[in-house]
């Protein structure tokens, strides 16, 4: 997934990867596997990111439906009030094979949320893609003390949205993409003529479809389909986003000035990825460039080791807390190798409560059991997880754990340089 993920890019790293799956394997021992442990996808993604930085922030899965969010590890303290959240839409509601998945989060004090979705097919279907569409906006969190998915700042909706190319015949809309008359069929696409239609739509941007329809290709070629049933390209497979503030001020006479902007969504690139055969469908990305004015500046924990850090004794670790920071019994800091995949990833962890050895009004010790710590060493961080906000809210820089056998050595040594 190099190329997929633009890994290989001379230009800045990104700071977050989102990534929406549609139809992976949902026969019920992989599902009832994926459950009690981690799905494939998720571990092949963790096996590529966590090398590079990035932790899996978190991930919801449906059947066939699975959104991960990988984040780079400075932005952590930062990302709060995670929450998930999944809508079944197929089979009137009892199966998940359609339907929405949807991860929402605070980000350094902006609300954003993702939805990856997977509509009803078939060219007769728009007014019921519609409809679940509308249905999964209106259940996610339903009840629960979180805004709605249209209050949030930003909103991302894409997948397998199933919108097809209607009125002209199959052998006009491969002429076009054979020509690279790609605008020819816009006006025709269901989405388009939906987003002229639909009030809930019109707040919804996309980035211009330079790009050959997504749908349906000869599996490992970049042949449109040649089965008996020859469908119809299009493109089905789609990343559109809605700034809150951007509507609200449309809604409003009069202009407005940058100032009153605290966040912006730029589109850097929406593209296609020919070169993947394993689905009938082509990959889509979109790169995005997000601009906001941060209303969380300071972490609500900062964390440090105290002194050299190793097997030999117990260690010692040094956090302060924000004056208004909801800490709880259950909080705990994880020692982390630097590579660390998600949360749960620790090598050993210390209760906050139950071993702190000293507190003033400034910051509180706590040890760690050096029994805990691994005599093989190396680069490793520390981790504040707060229960109440279930999020990691204080991260210390990397920092050298020494490996047990150096120390042993340099004492061997040093014996026999006494002897001699």
């Known amino acids: 997934v190099t190329s ?36 494939p996808w998720s571990i092949f993604f963790m096996t590529v990111l966590s090398p590079l930085g990035y932790i899996k922030l978190s991930s919801v899965r449906m059947q066939g439906l699975l959104l991960l969010i990988f984040v780079k590890h400075v932005h952590l303290p930062f990302i709060r009030d995670i929450h998930t959240h999944y809508t079944r839409t197929g089979l009137y509601g009892y199966w998940g094979n359609k339907g929405g998945v949807t991860i929402r989060m605070s980000l350094y004090g902006h609300t954003v949320c993702f939805i990856n979705c997977h509509l009803p097919a078939h060219m007769e279907n728009t007014e019921q893609r519609l409809d679940d569409f509308e249905k999964i906006l209106e259940m996610q969190f339903e009840g629960e003390n979180i805004p709605s998915t249209l209050d949030h700042d930003i909103l991302f909706w894409f997948g397998d949205l199933n919108f097809r190319i209607a009125d002209y015949g199959i052998h006009f809309v ?23 239609k639909e009030a809930f739509l019109q707040e919804f941007i996309e980035g211009p479809l330079q790009f050959k329809p997504t749908y349906k290709f ?4 970049d042949v449109y389909d040649t089965s008996e049933k020859k469908r119809k390209p299009a493109w089905t497979d789609r990343i559109l986003w809605r700034v809150k503030n951007l509507c609200q001020h449309a809604s409003k006479e009069g202009e407005f000035s940058e100032e009153e902007q605290t966040i912006s969504v730029t589109l850097n690139n929406y593209i296609s990825h020919m070169s993947y055969g394993i689905s009938d469908h082509k990959p889509v990305t979109g790169t995005f460039g997000l601009e906001l004015k ?7 924990i900062t964390l440090n080791p105290e002194g050299e850090w190793s097997a030999e004794h117990d260690v010692l670790i040094r956090y302060s807390a924000v004056p208004e920071f909801p800490s709880s019994a259950w909080d705990w800091i994880g020692l982390f190798k630097v590579a660390f995949r998600h949360v749960n990833d620790y090598v050993t962890y210390a209760w906050v409560e139950d071993d702190e050895i000293s507190s003033n009004k400034d910051s509180k010790q706590i040890y760690m059991s050096a029994a805990e710590i691994p005599d093989t060493g190396g680069e490793f961080l520390l981790c504040y997880y707060s229960n109440n906000l279930q999020a990691i809210v204080g991260i210390s820089q990397p920092f050298q754990v020494i490996h047990l056998e150096a120390l042993i050595n340099f004492d061997w040594d040093f014996y026999f340089f006494l002897e001699e």
């Open 4 to 39: 997929l993920l633009q890994l290989n890019s001379l230009g800045p790293t990104m700071d977050m990867y989102v990534i929406g799956l549609q139809e992976v394997n949902s026969r019920i021992t992989n599902f009832l596997s994926d459950l009690a442990f981690d799905d």
């Open 174 to 196: 491969r002429e076009s993409i054979n020509n690279k008359r790609y605008n020819l069929l816009w006006e025709k696409d269901q989405l388009n003529m939906a987003k002229k």
């Open 218 to 221: 000869d599996l490992y070629s």
């Open 294 to 300: 941060p209303l969380l500046t300071d972490p609500l």
